[in-house]
């Protein structure tokens, strides 16, 4: 009787030190994307992002959102919540409302980036894309980037080329379908390949919150080679967009990426 007491007391115990466990992970994905804009922000004080021109950004608003509510006023927090998997088991249907990376503050990426078309504009340069010219940013290096991906690419076997070429843009400075917020896409920093091949959430008859049915047809070997350099991909989200990727390595690191097992 007494070892069952025993137990239930560990048992206890053990549930609240996971409790006390996760805002510690929470704060160290803040660190991460700390460490990977470190060109752009300064630091970290408690809850203020601190940026280089000497502005400040809370982190977390306190505010309880549902996850509709988070893709519409996302805090630096929200945007570090879910953790994108990577490996071989994250390309199952993703759970409902799992959207790693696609909740994102506008803001954050309007300071990096540019606060307007204009703005972007003038950070734009030419990337070979096989056989056409891309425009992507340079800050952040996400033309280097883009580069190796396509160089990675190129090594695949040629039938795949069908899934890449030609691309369905990249630079196009709008506001995501049905939204007010700003795609990444107006940063120069997201590309969508053939649109031929594309699945879309909201084609398949969804509803935010409310997606039936999970389609997919691009091919693992690419989403790897994007994956491989600091590019995230839309087919990992329940609300999925599969010929969509952007550049989001704080969400890639090994400290911050996820596994098929925190889907939450
Ligand atoms: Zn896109």
């Not at 519409?72 to 088991?89: N, W």
């Not at 340069?125 to 190796?148: C, H």
């Not at 049915?213 to 350099?229: G, L, Q, R, S």
Request: proline share 4%; glycine share 8%; with cysteine.
């Amino acid at each position: 009787m007494q070892k069952q007491i025993i137990i239930t007391i560990i048992a206890g115990l053990s549930m609240s030190v996971c409790l006390i466990i996760s805002p510690v992970l929470a704060t160290d994905a803040i660190d991460e994307l700390v460490a990977t804009y470190e060109h752009h922000i300064a630091g970290r004080q408690g809850n203020m992002l601190i940026w280089k021109d000497g502005s400040q950004m809370k982190i977390d608003d306190g505010l309880e959102k549902s996850h509709q509510q988070r893709l519409k006023h996302a805090d630096i927090e929200d945007m570090m919540r879910q953790a994108y998997p990577v490996g071989k088991c994250s390309y199952a249907r993703p759970a409902r409302n799992f959207d790693p990376g696609r909740v994102r503050n506008d803001t954050f990426f309007r300071k990096i980036y540019g606060n307007s078309a204009r703005q972007v504009k003038s950070h734009l340069v030419t990337v070979k894309w096989f056989g056409r010219r891309l425009r992507v940013t340079s800050i952040n290096n996400v033309d280097e980037q883009l580069r190796k991906v396509a160089a990675d690419l190129a090594k695949l076997p040629r039938k795949l080329r069908k899934y890449l070429a030609p691309s369905a843009g990249t630079f196009n400075w709008r506001k995501i379908a049905g939204t007010r917020r700003l795609s990444v896409h107006s940063f120069g920093a997201a590309i969508d390949i053939n649109t031929k091949y594309a699945d879309y959430w909201r084609w398949s008859g969804g509803k935010p919150g409310n997606v039936p049915a999970y389609h997919n047809k691009i091919p693992v070997a690419i989403i790897e080679a994007f994956e491989d350099h600091g590019f995230i991909w839309g087919g990992k989200w329940y609300h999925y967009d599969t010929m969509h990727f952007e550049y989001r390595p704080e969400l890639l690191r090994p400290a911050t990426a996820g596994n098929c097992g925190n889907q939450s």
